[in-house]
């Protein structure tokens, strides 16, 4: 089954203290971005990556990190998290967004992060 | 820069009328359009797509959008609602330069019997 799977689910962490969101597509997109959203603000884009080791800043890259060393394994790294990141966290993938028919987003089911 | 509006929040109808959710876009030139669903505790959905061609698109689960280029517009349209149909609702446009789709704020759809 063609899918986007986001680990862990829910999580509820401490201010400072290191984490990963783990994503990974099973379609061999090219494509995979990190959104976050927030009630009343949508769904904004945090990284995204082009291809395996492309990767480029979205609309609010600030207190993340992500990495591209596999095609299909995009995770995302809060390394000092902070309450303003409490939010809920999609991954999602394409065989590409660009050209003249661009491929559909595929997202996972998403990880809803605490920040106390 | 691209942007999306979805002016409407929150909309209640009833089970069994029509649905039309309003979506508009800013955009400088031809634009690739989607609207998406998330049910509660899901990730998101596509329901339909436009890139060119016949300005009315059908989708998934009884749903259609028309593109009106006069109006910047892509509504989202359902002659009969169901209870199921209550989630929210994403209309987004692409971004340019294959980098990401641009997303407004959502309308959550709630479903009265």
């Known amino acids: 089954e063609a899918q986007v799977t986001q680990n862990p689910r829910y999580l509820i962490t401490v201010t400072g203290k290191k984490l990963t969101v783990t994503c990974s597509q099973n379609?061999?997109?090219?494509?995979m971005s990190w959104y976050r959203q927030d009630p009343g603000l949508g769904l904004r884009q945090i990284y995204y990556s082009m291809n395996v080791e492309v990767t480029d800043k979205g609309d609010v890259p600030e207190g993340y990190k992500v990495s591209r060393k596999e095609k299909r394994n995009f995770p995302l790294i809060l390394e000092s998290p902070s309450p303003n990141q409490t939010s809920l966290y999609f991954c999602a993938s394409s065989l590409s967004l660009a050209g003249v028919r661009p491929g559909e987003l595929f997202f996972g089911e998403g990880s809803r992060l605490t920040v106390l | 820069a691209q942007s999306v509006t979805q002016p409407d929040i929150h909309i209640t109808v009833s089970e069994g009328a029509s649905l039309e959710l309003r979506c508009n876009y800013s955009y400088g030139a031809t634009p690739y359009l989607f609207w998406y669903v998330q049910s509660p505790g899901q990730g998101l959905q596509l329901l339909l797509k436009?890139?060119?061609?016949?300005?009315l698109v059908q989708g998934i689960k009884g749903f259609e959008a028309e593109f009106k280029r006069s109006q910047s517009s892509f509504n989202l349209r359902k002659p009969s609602v169901h209870w199921s149909d209550a989630a929210e609702y994403f209309c987004a446009v692409d971004g340019q330069a294959g980098t990401a789709l641009i997303f407004g704020k959502g309308t959550t759809l709630s479903v009265s019997s």
């Open positions: 436009y890139f060119s061609g016949d300005t």
């Open positions: 379609m061999n997109h090219e494509y």
